[in-house]
């Protein structure tokens, strides 16, 4: 009688057990078995189109590349030209206009002073000589290609003035007089100096234009090049776009099938391979198999692939079977039936996959997924979920916990020397009740190899022989021969992480109740209080008197995590508290609201004091903020200072804020008045941490309900200090 589909599938053992009896009753044994369907070229369906489209893509980055050479080539020639434009001509124009006008006015400054007689005019000439000469110098400098050429309108300047300089003076000396014939050559060089003037002038603007135009032809060229360019690609396109519709209208054969899906997975980081009756792996396979198998899978026999060890020789051979007959089957049910049978779980080089036999009409399509991250995400999270269990059991129960614990910590350290003289069932019950309590309590290394010996030990014949009996060494040896104490401190460090170290030391500590411990507390300081107690015993009566104290460097320890989560709120940084000076400790029941106030200044340095990392980081400051608190002990009072190095209180501020707000008179009010004034804030708004100008004045009741004082004092940049002044109170003096 078959099993019901729902057995065979979901019960792996049995699968297994009757895979070999199922398959006989479906295999024929006289006839050869043959594929129903023949395996086809994968590869050979598409190629000559991809040859085509690959060409016509390579001609086309060919072409894209020239012309982007020499649209590159023309854009860096037509930067020049413009360079040239704005960095030669234009002065070079403005120049040589300049020049004109200067010897025009040479000229008239010559011309007035033969008709004034007044040597002042020759001497304007002479200065306008003299910038006309550097403005031809700055000419020649801006204007190399043109040297020569003003290198002689240089000369033939120079010369016409010097000329006319003589002729003017002459002139001047003999009344015009004797003098016509200079006048007329003066003239002559004047006009022969502005045409040459006129010509470069000329040239200068020539070229000028013939630039421009150069300029437009290469910028028109440009842009019918990039039109051609586009024309191109968008025939190029025209035609890749048919050669895949083309391709597309071909592609209804299994291997375009299978490349499409090769994509799919490959993007989706599954591997992918089909194999036909023999087993041996074809194309196309997902690039995600060269991953998980470290090497191409083309080739190679799936069974070998998927079960590559030794002691796997049982799957492949079931393997093999189930395919033979899932290939033979008549239908698809039958055959997805026989692929049930072949393992889905598979190790590989470490990894952990999942495979997914799919029947094709050629062979077997194998679907990969790597849930390696997977299970080791599941793992942890299952670890971290012991881990709080076990930190919840030994918070919660913590006196069974620890006495657990203790006794698995002298079992190992006794060894087998209890055990001698007993049967080898004792040690058994004892490993398994041990095994039993440290799973309760959600400890897993030393469970699990507990279990492993209690194994052992419960498939061993002679259960009532002696532990000491020669026969039983090897039991005594690997029982007690291990790390049992190292395995130990693996499972609790998870423990004493969150507990702290001191957490399984608290083991010996007899609970008392309050009202015992203030009983303790009252006839300590009776005792203390009478002449004949002995000295010896004093320290430990001192002791006593302080059974519910609290120490003070210990609660304001207690700030840091504070600290931290407020400036991580206002995203600034802050350094862990520095505590130092006398440590003391204290009765709870008076200080612990005064404890729990000093949070508020905690809060308001590093809200109102301390700055921003850039703020500070400018100021030349650390970025992150500093706290400090010292105490002192005076006798019967001690001396706390809680001082920042932030940018201080702001006084002034502090102060307008409270003329407009408080309706009694305030000019003789100190800084302390001020900031532990009730609803009084130097904030204008309101946030979650504050500006309400509460939690300052529930410092300063506390303080006074205690009989002591608080001083406060600020240096601009530097921070604020906060000095009280507590009186040591107890019991006796309440």
Aim: a negative charge.
């Amino acid at each position: 009688m078959l099993m019901s589909d729902q057995d065979i599938l979901m019960n792996p053992d049995l699968k297994f057990k009757q895979s070999m009896s199922i398959l006989s009753r479906f295999r024929p044994t006289k006839k050869p078995i043959k594929t129903k369907f023949q395996p086809v070229d994968a590869a050979s369906t598409g190629k000559t189109a991809m040859l085509k489209i690959i060409s016509l893509v390579s001609i086309a980055i060919v072409m894209f590349l020239i012309f982007f050479v020499y649209g590159l080539t023309s854009s860096i020639k037509i930067d020049k030209q413009l360079s040239s434009i704005k960095d030669v001509y234009f002065p070079v124009l403005e120049q040589i206009d300049v020049t004109i006008v200067n010897i025009d006015r040479i000229e008239g400054f010559l011309i007035q002073a033969v008709m004034t007689g007044e040597v002042e005019e020759l001497n304007k000439a002479r200065e306008v000589y003299s910038r006309t000469l550097n403005l031809l110098t700055q000419i020649r400098t801006h204007y190399p290609e043109q040297d020569e050429a003003l290198g002689n309108l240089h000369y033939q300047f120079e010369s016409y003035f010097t000329f006319a300089e003589k002729t003017t003076q002459t002139l001047l000396a003999h009344a015009g007089n004797d003098a016509l014939n200079q006048s007329v050559q003066m003239n002559q060089l004047l006009q022969t100096l502005r045409q040459q003037i006129g010509s470069f002038r000329e040239l200068s603007y020539q070229n000028f234009l013939s630039t421009l135009d150069e300029t437009h032809q290469t910028t028109t060229f440009n842009f019918y090049t990039s039109i051609g360019v586009g024309a191109i690609n968008l025939l190029f396109i025209a035609i890749l776009v048919f050669f895949i519709r083309l391709l597309n209208s071909n592609n209804h054969t299994i291997s375009n099938v299978l490349e499409k899906t090769a994509t799919l997975l490959n993007h989706s980081e599954q591997g992918f391979f089909t194999f036909g009756s023999d087993l041996h792996i074809m194309d196309p396979y997902s690039q995600a198999c060269v991953a998980l198998f470290n090497q191409i899978p083309t080739g190679n026999r799936a069974d070998k692939l998927l079960f590559p060890y030794a002691q796997n020789s049982t799957k492949r051979k079931l393997m093999r079977t189930c395919i033979e007959d899932a290939l033979q089957a008549k239908t698809p049910y039958l055959a997805n039936m026989y692929l049930a049978l072949i393992p889905t779980e598979l190790r590989i080089d470490g990894k952990i996959l999942i495979a997914q036999y799919i029947p094709i009409h050629h062979g077997i399509m194998v679907v990969l997924s790597n849930i390696t991250e997977q299970v080791e995400a599941d793992k942890k999270a299952q670890d971290e979920k012991n881990n709080i269990a076990m930190i919840s059991a030994a918070v919660t129960d913590s006196t069974d916990f620890i006495s657990t614990i203790n006794d698995f910590k002298s079992f190992c350290i006794a060894g087998s020397k209890p055990w001698l003289h007993l049967e080898i069932s004792h040690l058994y019950r004892a490993i398994h009740t041990f095994k039993g309590s440290l799973n309760q309590f959600r400890l897993t290394h030393v469970p699990a190899a507990l279990h492993e010996i209690e194994n052992l030990i419960h498939e061993l014949p002679f259960l009532t022989t002696l532990l000491g009996d020669v026969s039983s060494y090897e039991v005594e040896v690997t029982v007690f021969g291990g790390d049992w104490l190292g395995l130990l401190d693996k499972d609790l460090h998870v423990v004493t992480e969150a507990l702290g170290e001191n957490f399984f030391t608290r083991g010996g500590i007899i609970p008392l109740h309050i009202e015992e411990v203030v009983a303790f507390e009252r006839l300590a300081n009776q005792l203390l209080r009478t002449p004949h107690v002995a000295s010896e015993h004093k320290p430990v009566l001192k002791k006593l008197t302080e059974l519910r104290a609290i120490s003070l460097h210990e609660e304001l320890a207690s700030f840091n995590k504070l600290a931290q989560q407020v400036a991580n709120k206002l995203e600034k940084e802050i350094l862990p508290l520095e505590i130092t000076g006398e440590d003391l400790r204290l009765d709870p029941n008076i200080y612990r609201q005064f404890f729990l106030s000093l949070g508020h200044v905690i809060r308001n340095a590093i809200d109102h004091g301390i700055e921003d990392p850039e703020s500070r980081f400018a100021k030349g400051k650390h970025e992150a903020g500093t706290i400090s608190c010292t105490s002192n002990v005076l006798s019967n009072k001690f001396i706390l200072s809680i001082q920042d190095d932030g940018a201080g209180i702001n006084e002034t501020a502090l102060r307008l804020r409270a003329f407009k707000s408080l309706d009694t008179e305030q000019p003789h009010y100190s800084l302390a008045d001020l900031v532990f004034t009730d609803g009084l804030s130097s904030r204008t708004g309101v946030s979650e941490l504050s500006g309400r100008g509460v939690g300052m004045a529930a410092v300063r009741a506390e303080v006074l309900s205690l009989g002591g004082t608080v001083s406060v004092t600020t240096v601009p940049e530097q921070g604020t200090q906060f000095i009280f002044n507590i009186p040591i109170l107890t019991n006796s003096t309440l």
